[in-house]
């Protein structure tokens, strides 16, 4: 018989800080060539539904799946345990498996940690995650699947990694009809989906390029606009997102994409993220033809000091002219900054909030703290260092301080995070600009940044 799969998204940790969920496109790669095979998927996703780890547990035993396949990043980690474990109990003959960029790093200690968890499937999983069902149904050993790490004979083994896969045009697109579509668009009406997989950089902090690969594998423009066609008419969907982490890698595809969604006559909004060393004036004014209203950019920070230190391949005065570029071909720069990696002092990092209003004034910075992640060299330089202070996974959700150096301390990087976004508010230009000027809303969020800047300065004194 086919064997019935259940992929499950775990909840976020109470309190940490995220983004609005949507329909997780790894999860929803998987389901669909699973679905194409024929095989029964469904998902269950704890973070939109708010499922209690009692209500995640009734809703499996109803299923019954043979196999349940949990995602995780750092963040929902210890949480993805805890959901194979209860997995495990509803339904004793399943077999468990953990796929996502943190346990992609973390297999054998995953594998110590839960003796529940059968299988860890690394790095992309849809050829590794059909092999293995197509096994299971057969009947035959699954224990040396390329690109899983199992348990063999009270041993644990991690089996050679899969190569990636170059063809990303084909694969089905994403199974989002298995999640409940309007519920998120309740929180909000836009889509996301990836047009590219891997990146040419190989920064320091960064866990994708270790995950999906050292070069960069795109999707062809016609089959990415059908995608977005797909959407527009399936759920009138007309805001979208790409996810990839670097959009414009190559430009002339970038390029060809904006040509088909013009050709084809589709009227939509879109917003992109990439590296400033990646963009021209040109393809900027085709983008916004296109539909583009903002691009977000790892600026990560003002001083070159840091960005070497990141390995970003970036300067400070490449991002002031790219970002004032986007900024006249009428879009909106959304810069993204790491605050606290290796090397950081309380200068360089009050050099980048400044640099950040300066180069984006009419958007508040994504202030990150930099958050070690397992299977980055910034990881293992805090290890080895001595520099980790939090091992709770629970709180890698990029806004607090888990190590600290002898530049600076964990509560310097707390208060300085906490000041990015006063400064932000207090600039006289956020308050004096015209279309916020002597309006009531403008002032109560400037009374407020004003008090907590008050008392944040009462704490550091
Ligand atoms: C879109 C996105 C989000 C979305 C959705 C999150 C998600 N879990 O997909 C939102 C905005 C919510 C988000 C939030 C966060 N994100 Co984010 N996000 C991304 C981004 C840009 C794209 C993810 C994506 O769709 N990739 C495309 C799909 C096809 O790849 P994939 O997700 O890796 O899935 C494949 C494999 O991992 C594997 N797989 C995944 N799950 C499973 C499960 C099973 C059972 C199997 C077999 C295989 C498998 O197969 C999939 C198909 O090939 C990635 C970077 C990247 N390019 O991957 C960062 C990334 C995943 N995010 C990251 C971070 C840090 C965060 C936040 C902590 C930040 C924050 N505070 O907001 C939170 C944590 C969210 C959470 N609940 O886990 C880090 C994770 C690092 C880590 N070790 O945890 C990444 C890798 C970015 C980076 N440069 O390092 N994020
Ligand atoms: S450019 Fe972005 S995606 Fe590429 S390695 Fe650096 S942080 Fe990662």
Known sequence: MKPHVTLVN???PVGAAMHMPFALLGL??????LEKNNYKVDVIDCQVLKLSFEDFKSEISKRQPDIVGVTSSTLTYQTALKLVKIAKEACPNCITLAGGSHVTFWDDHALEECSELDIVIRKEGEN?????????????????????TCRREGKIVRNQDRTYIEDLDSLPFPARHLWPMEKFRELEDILYLATSRGCVYWCEFCTTVRMHGRKYRMRSPKNVVDELEFLNKTYGVKKFTFCDDAFTVDQPRTEALCSEILQRGLKIEWNCGTRVDMLTQELLTKMKAAGCVS????????TQQVLDAMKKGITPELTMKVLGWVREAGLMPVPNVILGFPGETMQSAWKTIKFVEKVAPDAVGFYNVATPFPGTPMYDLVKEKG??????FDMYDTTKPIFETPQLSMKEL??????????????????????????????LVVG??????????????
């Open 295 to 302: 691009v977000w950019f790892g600026v990560e920070s003002g």
């Open 448 to 461: 407020v940044h004003l008090i907590a800047n008050i008392k944040l300065k009462l704490r550091r004194s």
């Open 414 to 443: 707390g208060k300085l995070r906490e000041g990015a976004f006063h400064h932000y508010y207090l600039r006289r230009e956020y308050f004096f600009e015209k279309k916020r000027r002597f309006k009531l809303s403008t002032a």
């Open 28 to 33: 929803g790669y998987l389901a669909a060539v």
């Open 10 to 12: 775990p909840a976020a």
């Open 128 to 148: 590794t995650m059909l092999e293995l069902v197509q096994r299971i149904e057969a009947g035959k050993s699954y224990f040396d699947v390329l690109g899983t």
């Open 387 to 392: 520099w980790l202070r939090i091992t709770d």
